[in-house]
């Protein structure tokens, strides 16, 4: 920087003072777009204003609550001006921390959701949207869009809030699904001489067990079994329905691609089609008998998985008493830390018994507990 520049500065600051003199650095940072030092030039003009030196390390001391107030609300003023400066450049990466400081993630979810990322920003925004949590449902879409299906995969079992997994579950589903019909309907057209007429992968599948001779395939196999294992965990219709015909895909796959799942969906196209069809209220009662078959006589000191999952699904399907029955057999000295069903004491409430609560309580000397069924309307 010239002599001329420093020269200048000096020249305000002795004509109009310190608020002059900032005034006039702040300009050239705008013009510069240099917005990181006008955020330090903003907060070095609101410690002067203050009373404090331009130079501080930590936050400041010795500030009486009226300073301190109108220095806060300086930093954040700057902190929002600087982020918005960013964001009106495109720079969505650069913005973010100003808007995180101030705790005001909506302008960057904003600007997200509108952005066109070239494949240098891509990261940045997957960074920001999805593993920072400001618009996770839009970091999946990124992920799937630009880095393809087994990353997204990936991604997806750390997805980081509720808010937009059921969407972005449904967008990852159809998309595979729709991979995988296509390739299928392709080598239906091979060998019939016409594309079949349906969207449904079990329609088109039925009667054409040639399509599986040879251990043939038609979309990478850990990929459907990634898909059907997760959306065990789902509500969403459309997602269940679609990854229920994806097991029947699968139960016809050859043996070599029979993967074998966790307990107690040891296998995996067959189990998890048992559960997605009663998900979608179709042989309830044989699920129910289908998973309490595989709790073991010896109970597991190791969280029980075939209970808990039991318990999932009795939940799931409103059977909240019978529920109870099987944790209270099964669950109910297993530390809550392992658990992936509701407690015993939870299942109580949603079985609408707080008397039976109150009684598990006091059998269990649970004076917190027992409270909390009091306070549920049980009998003292």
């Known amino acids: 920087m010239d002599d001329a520049a420093f020269g200048a500065l000096a020249q305000a600051f002795r004509e109009g003072g310190a608020e002059r003199g900032f005034a006039r650095l702040a300009e050239r940072w705008l013009a510069e777009k240099n917005y990181p030092a006008l955020f330090e030039t903003r907060l070095m003009a609101a410690r002067v204003a203050a009373g404090l030196p331009a130079i501080l390390n930590g936050p400041p001391e010795d500030l009486d609550p009226e300073q301190r107030a109108k220095y806060e609300q300086a930093q954040i003023a700057a902190a929002r001006e600087t982020g918005e400066l960013f964001l009106r450049d495109g720079q969505i990466y650069r913005a973010w921390p100003y808007f995180r400081a101030v705790g005001d993630p909506a302008p960057v979810r904003q600007a997200i959701a509108q952005a066109k990322p070239s494949p240098e920003e891509v990261d940045g925004l997957v960074e920001i949207a999805f593993h920072e949590g400001v618009d996770p449902k839009r970091g999946f879409e990124l992920i ?226 027992y409270a909390a069924a009091l306070a549920e309307g049980a009998a003292a």
């Not at 196999?221 to 994806?246: C, F, G, K, P, W």
């Open 144 to 369: 799937l869009e630009h880095y393809g299906t087994c990353r997204a995969i990936t991604n997806f079992n750390h997805f980081p809030s509720p808010e937009g997994r059921e969407e972005s579950a449904l967008l990852l589903t159809r998309t595979l699904y729709a991979d995988l019909l296509a390739n299928l309907k392709r080598a239906v057209e091979s060998v019939e001489g016409s594309e079949p007429q349906t969207d449904s992968i079990a329609e088109l599948i039925e009667g054409r067990d040639w399509l599986f001779e040879g251990n043939a395939y038609y979309l990478d196999t850990s990929h459907v079994s990634s898909i059907v294992q997760m959306s065990v965990n789902l509500e969403n219709e459309q997602t269940l329905r679609m990854a229920l015909d994806l097991t029947e895909y699968g139960k016809r796959l050859g043996e070599m691609y029979q993967f074998r799942g966790e307990p107690p969906f040891e296998n995996v196209y067959e189990d998890c089609g048992v559960w997605l069809r009663a998900m979608l209220g179709e042989d309830s009662d044989a699920a129910v008998e289908h998973f309490r078959a595989k709790i073991e006589p010896e109970q597991d000191p190791y969280g029980d998985p075939p209970a808990q999952a039991l318990v999932r699904l009795l939940v799931r399907l409103g059977r909240y008493d019978e529920a109870v029955e099987v944790a209270r057999e099964r669950l109910a000295d297993l530390d809550p830390q392992r658990l992936s069903c509701p407690t015993l004491y939870e299942l109580c409430l949603l079985a609408e018994k707080p008397a039976r609560l109150a009684e598990l309580a006091k059998g269990r000397g649970d004076l917190i507990a």
